[in-house]
């Protein structure tokens, strides 16, 4: 080969090699319907009009299954398996995320709830057990308090609402979490902010940075921004730790040990994850905490074999 060709060919491989490690050089969706999800996805229109986008796997008792902030469906895709061997399983884009509409005027935790109880409904679903992560903990908290009949069992896994913000600290987030800095968020940061949700962030995790990176032109990318601002401010708005007391149902808290989310390290450094987890437990009177090491607040994903073993046995103990 000759000093001009091996240069060519160098010179191709770091352009592929550009193109292909850059975060702003990736594969793109047009549409948020474009993204890979691992099940065949329905839709139903709920009663206030928003499309939710659902799944619907297995049978027998049913399981409602609530993401948490930014994410959706497939981030459930280490749950759904063992799940659905007993249960009917159903997990839901909430709207503004995943595949569901985006063109809400306003978020909040009670919208939220309405959802996920008008999808119940929908489906003939009298009673279901209601598993949150991380926000979609609150939602389920929420839940419990307005539409108790609906809902048999709750499990938590790394929920928000049991840390609790001042009036300042709040506005400090909300001022930094905002439309903008969503849709500007650089590929390295997206990438580092996933990462810090795992303990050891496992290479089975990467579609979820591959998947935000992807629908930054993603028609309604406006929308997702707008959304993922709205469910901030949307918890912070929405406190459910006073309220606790109130629900009676048979609750599974789940934590991972290494959670670098909850409590927030920068507003309550002097705070551990096991702190909060207690004084959730504390205060929800027919409740069940279990810590998990190795683990951080995705948890379900990251030790999903312990998890999974933990919610299969809380949901059939009658």
């Excluded at 000759?2 to 850059?22: A, E, H, Q, W, Y």
């Excluded at 999800?37 to 709920?46: A, D, L």
């Excluded at 939602?139 to 609402?161: C, F, H, N, Q, T």
């Excluded at 089975?204 to 028609?219: H, K, P, S, T, Y």
Aim: charged share 20%; hydrophobic share 40%; aromatic share 10%.
């Amino acid at each position: 080969m000759t000093d001009k060709k091996r240069n060519t060919v160098f010179l191709l491989g770091c352009i592929l090699f550009l193109v292909f490690s850059s975060g702003s050089i990736q594969a793109q969706v047009s549409r948020f319907a474009d993204l890979d999800y691992p099940y065949s996805v329905q839709y139903q229109q709920v009663e206030d009009g928003q499309e939710v986008a659902y799944v619907d796997k297995g049978r027998g008792p049913a399981v409602i299954l609530i993401h948490g902030l930014g994410s959706y469906i497939p981030a459930w895709k280490q749950t759904i398996p063992a799940l659905s061997e007993k249960y009917r399983v159903i997990a839901l884009d909430l709207p503004g995320f995943g595949k569901s509409s985006k063109d809400i005027e306003a978020y909040s935790i009670p919208f939220f709830v309405k959802t996920v109880a008008s999808l119940q409904d929908s489906l003939g679903i009298e009673k279901a057990a209601w598993v949150g992560h991380s926000m979609g903990g609150q939602v389920a908290l929420r839940a419990a308090i307005s539409y108790p009949e609906k809902i048999s069992k709750l499990v938590l896994l790394a929920p928000a609402g049991f840390e609790t913000f001042t009036e300042q600290e709040g506005t400090m987030m909300s001022n930094f979490v905002t439309p903008e800095s969503v849709k500007h968020t650089p590929d390295s940061l997206i990438s580092q902010t996933f990462k810090a949700t795992f303990f050891d962030f496992p290479k089975e995790a990467q579609f979820m940075i591959d998947d935000r990176v992807a629908i930054r032109l993603a028609e309604n990318f406006d929308g997702y921004a707008r959304a993922y601002a709205g469910s901030v401010q949307a918890m912070l708005d929405g406190p459910v730790l006073g309220e606790l007391s109130s629900i009676s149902h048979p609750s599974l808290i789940i934590f991972g040990r290494q959670d670098m989310l909850i409590p927030n390290r920068q507003l309550h450094p002097n705070l551990s994850t096991k702190k909060v987890a207690e004084s959730g437990h504390e205060k929800l009177p027919n409740s069940q905490l279990k810590m998990v090491d190795k683990a951080g607040h995705f948890i379900h994903f990251e030790q999903s074999e312990i998890v999974n073993k933990e919610i299969l046995n809380f949901l059939n103990d009658k």
